[in-house]
């Protein structure tokens, strides 16, 4: 089979492993836009559970993955002047630049061939191929036409930034100001350096003065603001420079056209704020690859069998990812609560039940759920249908 893969991303080079592991003699080809070793943003999150199932498929780039990664057992919020410390499950960090350059590396291995500098913005361009794979990411120029897709922006202004401090936990900072509040999330994601996504509402942005501050003196006033969590360290913008950009959700009526299959953030987005697009992606690439991989069965059936995979899979995570957003894009309703109580309210930001509770009563009623393991079980189960049955159907496909 020849498969191109346009763009590559953690999707479209993962993509690009599976399938010549599968068969050695498919040619596979991966077009990335920007020269090798350039990237956006910084470092990304992940779970223990991708580990496994990127291990069953690849042992040789998990372990490469999981070897280049860095990881912590708790999370810190610094709230109103107060340090929380909770415990979590063990979260993993790792830089975007490195992940790439292992991924490529591997594929390369295996005989993908990748064309750097290669912009392609309509599946015509990419010369003869059985298969073409949309990984263009959420600006994706391959989904144009009959894909159908929706790009809904949320209304808080964030920066992906990075900084030399490393903290040693999920590190969240919510700082006052007399234009509101603004906050921030870091995490490690090597030895020398972390990520810290800072965000706040328009009107936060627009009275700070951020909208018209050029790049140092934004960093030097974002610098002040989280002295204390970053430890006096500046924040970093990365090689595009200090970007303010609105979040981008992205759905898709459909997912594939003839030959042409969407992949990773060209299908879909969700919400940076429960660290999930990456894996996402690896396991869509993951899905692709086994549904192209049942003998006899026809490419368009294939594509529709994995597009009906994932929308079913994700359904559980694009929810909390919605809920978490609207969390923050109404951070205030909550910013009143003691900073335990705030702590436990940010841990439960997917609960698609929040919003509609006093925060007190939930936190409360929360509080009697968590010490009963019956009352967390059933939780679990009927958070889940709720969050399934509200988001059915919003994610693109008209419910289909
Ligand atoms: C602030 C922020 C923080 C995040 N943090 C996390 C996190 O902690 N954990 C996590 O799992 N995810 C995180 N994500 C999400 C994650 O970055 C994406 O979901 C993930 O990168 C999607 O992978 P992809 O391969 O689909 O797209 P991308 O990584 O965007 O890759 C697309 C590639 O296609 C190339 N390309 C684009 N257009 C063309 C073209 N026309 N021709 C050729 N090539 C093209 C691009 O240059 C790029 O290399 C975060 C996102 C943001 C915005």
Known sequence: MRITCVGGGPAGLYFSILMKLRDPGHEVTVLERDPAGATYGWGVTYWAALLDRCQEADPVSARAIREASVSWRHGVAHVGGERVVRPSDQGFGIGRHRLLELLADRARELGVRIEYRREVREPGQVGPADLVVA??????????????????????????????????????????????????????????TSTCVVECTEATWHGLELDRLGEPEGLARLGELFAEPLDGQPLLAGPGGLRWQTFRTVTNRRWSDGKVVLLGDAAHTTHYS??????????????????????GTPVPEALADYERERRHALLATQSAARYSERWYQNVGRYLSLKPEQFFALLGQRHSPLLPYLPPQLYYWANRAVEESPALRRLRGRVGNQ?????????????GR
């Open 386 to 398: 709720v969050a399934r049955a509200l988001h059915a159907g919003r994610d693109g496909s008209g």
């Open 274 to 295: 429960i660290g999930a697009g990456t894996s996402l992606a690896l396991e869509d690439a993951l899905a692709l690859a086994a549904a192209l991989d049942r003998p």
């Open 135 to 192: 990984a263009d990411g959420v600006n994706s120029a391959l989904r144009h036409g009959r894909f159908g897709p929706t790009v809904a922006h949320g209304s808080n202004r964030y920066a992906w930034l990075g900084t030399r401090k490393v903290f040693d936990a999920f590190t969240f900072a919510f700082e006052r100001t007399r234009h509101g509040y603004v906050w921030c999330y870091g995490y490690p994601f090597d030895d020398g």
